[in-house]
């Protein structure tokens, strides 16, 4: 598996863009972009690279969630490369909903939708068993104090992250993260039960839940 974030010299605002490819760009691979940011130079810079032959750049999009920033050259991309589009909601533009638990490849390898409500009600991170790593969005996965306010809904989905083998994170904005991170992740779950604002109400559609100091 090869990952590429697209948008790491970016000029303009804009969350990361992942393009996955298989190891050698097998016709069975599935090339597949986790969000698409913002930046319109994201085509340009797929069509100049080696993405297999007899196959589309990108054959799949998937969505961490629906902010504008993840989001925003979404219909630049449809339109450059016709590829099949996957969120946890049915925004505009998206062709399949997802579900929880579902499996997906991702260039040559197998990855599970984890709903993790928390930055926005939609919010969907994606874990690969194989390679022990997960693309997490703006999900806040290694919170590094207990000040913040949480919904119960978050805290469950952050428990069942945890207890997966996880060595890198991708993030939807800056460098992955890959120090001591099984570890980190677990502190994290004792910041959100110490911090003693955990909700058990229902998820709001709001941005701002599950959001703390985090790193």
Request: aromatic share 8%; hydrophobic share 35%.
């Amino acid at each position: 598996m090869r990952i590429t974030n697209l948008t790491e010299r970016s000029e303009v605002y804009t969350s990361n863009a992942y393009l996955v490819r298989g190891d050698s760009n097998a016709i069975e691979d599935v090339n597949t972009l986790v969000d698409v940011g913002r930046d319109p130079g994201v085509i340009e810079t797929i069509r100049a690279m080696s993405t297999g032959i007899g196959k589309k750049p990108v054959e799949q999009v998937v969505l961490t969630h629906g902010h504008f920033d993840h989001v925003g050259v979404l219909s630049l991309v449809r339109e450059a490369f016709d590829p099949v589009v996957y969120a946890f909601t049915p925004i505009d533009g998206v062709d399949q909903v997802l579900t929880d638990s579902q499996q997906l490849r991702f260039g040559d390898r197998w990855f599970e939708v984890l709903h993790t409500p928390g930055h926005s009600s939609d919010s969907v991170c994606f874990y690969c068993a194989e390679e022990a790593a997960i693309f997490a969005g703006d999900t806040p996965l290694l919170i590094a104090s207990a000040n913040g306010s949480y919904e119960e809904e978050f805290v469950q989905a952050l428990e069942r992250i945890a207890k997966k083998r996880i060595e890198i994170i991708y993030c939807g904005h800056g460098e992955p993260h890959t120090n001591n991170v099984a570890a980190r992740l677990w502190a994290s779950i004792d910041n959100v039960r110490r911090s003693d604002r955990v909700s058990r109400h229902e998820p709001s559609t709001g941005t701002d839940m599950g959001r703390s100091p985090h790193v």
